[in-house]
């Protein structure tokens, strides 16, 4: 495998052969946000979106962006164009959560976490979501359920 720096020189290349390649900006997105570059990530995410504006994977992806500049608003947006893209995406709904929990909405997250797991019910990290923000709004024996399911799914969550 190549090293990130000619991976991207790489795309560079391809990129100025063919601009509307909406998968090489991807790919160049994810490259310089695991590169620790995530004002080069964003305005590749940027680009995919402006030739596949429908794309839930590219919303998805610039909200881990706007989250690591914490951009919360922003991320939020782009989560939930994510979801609304790919409502049946339970990771998208389970990160919503986490962004509606970021910033202190829980019962907002509730609705994102339930849509994961109704999207996917083994998904321990959304009952275990869904657990934290009961708890946080007063709802201890659905909290507790939670909880019980988050653990049962996996053990790793035991107190």
């Known amino acids: 495998m190549n090293d990130p720096l000619s991976e991207i020189e790489n795309l560079q290349k391809k990129l100025e052969k063919d601009p509307m390649d909406a998968d090489s900006h991807f790919r160049m997105g994810k490259l310089y946000f ?3 570059k995530p004002q080069e990530a964003l305005e590749a995410y940027r680009k ?4 596949q504006p429908d794309n839930a994977e590219a919303h998805f992806e610039l909200a881990r962006v706007f989250d690591s500049l914490k951009r919360h608003e922003e991320m939020i947006d782009s989560f939930r ?3 609304w893209l790919k409502p ?3 990771e998208a709904h389970y990160n919503l959560g986490l962004a509606h929990l970021v910033t202190g909405n829980p019962e907002e997250a509730v609705q994102a ?3 994961a797991v109704r999207a996917r019910p083994d998904y321990a990290e959304a009952h275990n979501g869904l657990s934290i923000c009961y708890g946080m709004t007063g709802k201890s024996r659905e909290a507790d359920t939670h909880y019980n399911e ?3 799914l996996n053990p790793e969550f035991k107190k």
Do not use: G, S
């Open 48 to 51: 995919v979106l402006k030739i």
């Open 150 to 152: 988050a653990v049962r």
């Open 34 to 36: 695991d590169n620790w």
């Open 88 to 90: 049946d995406w339970p």
């Open 113 to 115: 976490f339930q849509e």
């Open 81 to 83: 164009e994510a979801v």
